[in-house]
């Protein structure tokens, strides 16, 4: 199991990796909501890595906060997109810029 | 006298005005006029009734005995205590402590007496005012502060009361504020019982911090009649305040002085009294001449162990007395406002009252502050129901034959006149003549202490019968001279009662200059203030006595002869005395002094600092912040693209950056 540790860390960097680049580069604002939540969920694999290697519970703990911490960001974030779409300025978010300057 | 109604009554003689002034303030006006007219002066004579029987409490007691300190109120006691709250060790206090002794309560008899007097006339004289409840509120107010500095025992509270003295004469000055002169007459006077009360609080931080006990160890009280025991001579080197004539003493001593002088409108502080006449009568009858002005007399004659312990400063304060009194008595000769000319009557008077005790003549200094206060407060209020028939009227030239409209006011106002003038048998020639023998007991060296208070009296006979004379007699000057009519019964009531008054109290005290059949004055303040050391053979004195009151005399008749008669006329004197007449009538020029000194230079550095200072200072500091925030705003608006993934960026780089930063500090 020990072996597997490098692994599981450098899947979860990547994981972030593609998330953050996701939340650069993508115009729609579902994706880059959706690429922030795979960023939460690397960090969570991270977290839960480390609980592992040292045999404590602190980092499942955590990784359970965030989650709920994640759910309840779903639920205003989804409903913030969902109002911005109503309001008819589709969701690309470089048109998203009326508060600039 | 037992404790125990002491406090009640002298906690009722405070109480009372105090209760006045704060239902008559905190009802903002609403009371109607019928209750005030009630109220106002109504707490202030329950006063003096429970100032009366303090009086009679305490002549029922021994003469060593009479002397009395209740507290009345705990406020401050840094008194370490044992859990079953004994005192262990005293430590600073500072409380409401009340000293009813014979001083004391002459000057409380004399506030709540004739200020009740005065309360009772002005319900007639304030009648048609529409502040009406705001001035009985602010009358309340001076008697309850007056009450607080003449009984505390505490210097804190004595302190206390005598700045709130000088607010309730700036708010009763000011009164009318409608009018620029009187905010001005007011804001003059308040400045100028600051100047004293700093000179009086730094007196008593030198006390504080300097006096020792018996064991030459340092006391730090307050407490008055601790400071007194301790501040003459003792076994120890380092005892009281140091030697007798030592400099601390002296220092103490003038400071205190200084108190004394704002107070009490002694040059050269005193400006402010004659312009205080912008207030109302009663006012001026109340505050400067029956009580507020003598509170440098109860000062000096309160603080007298340490001029004791102080030729020097006592010194002073009797040339400043008798230098305020001369000059005084020279600038009312020519002043035509009525009002003015007992107003600087009242300085002359209190002048010779302030020489008295400088020379340690406290009984005679107290007694003519006794009389004063009877015929100065009949002088003004008679003034006032002449002023109050002619519409505000206060120019002499304007008036004329008025004794025979006014006839119960003419006659009273004689009275005072006789009685200020120091005729013999009315109330000042006693208290006079008293106050003279003590300049002239201090020695053959110094007659000429007597040669100027004689010149003082004769003076002040002169000016006084000058009024009486243009004011009363003659033909009426003006239509509504012709048309004035008496004054109504509530006001002519106090003045007759302080006509005889004035009449009658010189004759609790014959003693002077050798005569001393009946002393009950002296006798009365003599466990307070000792009799004076010297006294003159009494040949001199009997002479003197003579001279001293022809003179005075003489006064009358050149006032008649001048004024009545005709046979000199005042213009040839002008004519013939320049320099003389126009120094009297610019009132020695003191206002244009210190305009020059003071106000001018302070003003010229205002509009310097207006001019110069804030434009190119303030202005300059605050545009360059504004423009300093504007210009970097500027450039750090076009960080906001309004493009969500740049942000995005920026925050991940930064993040990095962070995260690199804060594994080589980890590393």
């Not at chain 2, 002794?101 to 007639?124: K, Q």
């Not at chain 2, 002077?512 to 053979?537: E, I, N």
């Not at chain 2, 005042?570 to 206002?591: A, G, H, M, T």
């Not at chain 2, 076009?638 to 804060?662: D, H, K, M, N």
């Amino acid at each position: 199991m020990s072996g597997l540790f490098p692994g599981f860390l450098i899947l979860s960097a990547a994981l972030f990796a593609v998330g953050a680049l996701g939340v650069m580069v993508r115009r729609n604002l579902l994706v880059v909501f959706m690429s922030i939540e795979l960023m939460l969920n690397a960090g969570n694999l991270a977290l839960i890595t480390f609980a592992r290697y040292t045999d404590t519970m602190a980092g499942q703990v955590f990784a359970l906060i965030v989650i709920a911490v994640a759910a309840s960001e779903v639920v205003v974030g989804l409903a913030l997109i969902t109002g911005v779409y109503r309001s008819g300025r589709g969701l690309d978010v470089d048109e998203m810029s009326e508060m600039r300057e | 006298m037992n404790p125990n109604s002491t406090l009640a009554l002298s906690a009722v003689a405070l109480g009372l005005p105090t209760a006045g002034f704060l239902v008559n303030a905190l009802s903002a006006g609403r009371l109607p006029r019928r209750v005030v007219s009630l109220l106002g002066p109504g707490v202030v004579l329950g006063a003096f009734v429970a100032t009366v029987v303090l009086l009679v409490q305490l002549l029922g007691q021994p003469p060593a005995a009479r002397g009395i300190t209740v507290t009345l109120w705990q406020w401050l006691d840094l008194s370490v205590r044992s859990g079953s709250g004994a005192v262990a060790k005293t430590g600073f206090n500072a409380n409401l402590t009340v000293r009813i002794d014979p001083l004391s309560l002459l000057m409380m008899l004399v506030i709540t007496g004739v200020g009740g007097l005065i309360h009772v006339y002005s319900v007639g004289y304030m009648a048609e005012d529409p502040g009406y409840n705001r001035f009985f509120a602010y009358m309340n107010l001076f008697i309850t502060s007056m009450l607080v500095l003449v009984m505390s025992d505490s210097l804190v509270f004595l302190i206390i009361g005598w700045a709130m003295v000088a607010f309730a004469s700036y708010v009763l000055i000011a009164f009318w504020y409608q009018r620029p002169s009187a905010v001005a007459a007011g804001r003059k006077a308040f400045i100028t019982q600051v100047i004293g009360d700093v000179g009086l609080v730094l007196g008593t931080f030198l006390i504080f911090l300097n006096l020792r006990g018996g064991d030459g160890q340092l006391l730090h009280t307050v407490d008055l009649q601790t400071i007194f025991a301790n501040v003459g001579p003792g076994p120890h080197l380092h005892n009281g305040l140091g030697p007798m004539g030592g400099g601390l003493v002296t220092v103490i001593g003038i400071l205190l002085f200084v108190g004394a002088a704002a107070k009490s409108a002694q040059w050269p502080l005193h400006t402010w009294l004659p312009d205080a006449m912008e207030g109302p009568t009663p006012v001026s009858a109340l505050i400067h001449a029956a009580t507020m002005v003598t509170a440098g007399v109860y000062l000096i004659a309160r603080f007298h162990p340490i001029y004791q312990q102080a030729p020097v400063a006592g010194g002073v304060v009797a040339a400043v007395g008798m230098g305020t009194a001369v000059m005084a008595a020279v600038i009312g000769c020519t002043q035509f406002d009525i009002k003015r000319v007992i107003a600087y009557s009242t300085m002359s008077q209190i002048g010779l009252m302030i020489f008295a005790v400088g020379v340690g003549a406290y009984s005679a200094g107290m007694f003519q502050f006794f009389t004063h206060a009877c015929f100065k407060a009949l002088l003004f209020l008679a003034a006032g129901n002449v002023i109050h028939a002619l519409h505000d009227d206060q120019d002499i030239r304007e008036m004329g034959g008025l004794s025979a409209r006014m006839r119960v006011t003419f006659i009273t106002f004689v009275v005072g006149s006789l009685a200020l003038a120091g005729i013999p048998l009315f109330a000042g020639w006693f208290s006079k003549e008293e106050l003279l023998s003590a300049g002239l007991a201090l020695g053959p060296a110094v007659p000429w202490l007597w040669v100027i208070g004689v010149c003082v009296n004769v003076l002040t006979s002169f000016y006084i019968f000058r009024v009486v004379w243009i004011a009363f007699r003659g033909q009426p000057a003006t239509p509504r001279a012709a048309s004035a009519h008496e004054a109504p019964a509530v006001m002519l009531v106090p003045v007759v009662v302080l006509a005889g008054l004035a009449s009658v109290v010189g004759f609790l005290n014959i003693d002077f200059f050798g005569f001393h059949p009946l002393t009950l004055f002296s006798d009365f303040l003599r466990p307070v203030v000792g009799v004076p050391a010297a006294q003159a053979g009494d040949g001199i004195q009997a002479l003197a006595l003579l001279a001293g009151t022809v003179l005075s005399l003489g006064g009358l008749g050149v006032a008649w002869a001048v004024y009545g008669r005709k046979v000199i006329s005042p213009e040839l004197v002008s004519r013939r005395l320049p320099w003389l007449y126009q120094l009297s009538l610019q009132k020695f020029y003191w206002d244009e002094i210190y305009g020059a000194a003071l106000a001018r230079p302070g003003l010229a550095l205002a509009a310097r600092v207006r001019d110069v200072t804030e434009p190119r200072v303030f202005d300059g500091v605050i545009d360059g912040v504004r423009s300093g925030v504007s210009g970097l705003a500027d450039d750090l608006r076009s960080l906001q693209t309004g493009f969500l993934r740049e942000y995005a960026l920026v925050f991940f780089i930064c993040a990095v950056l962070g995260l690199i930063v804060l594994g080589f500090r980890l590393a």
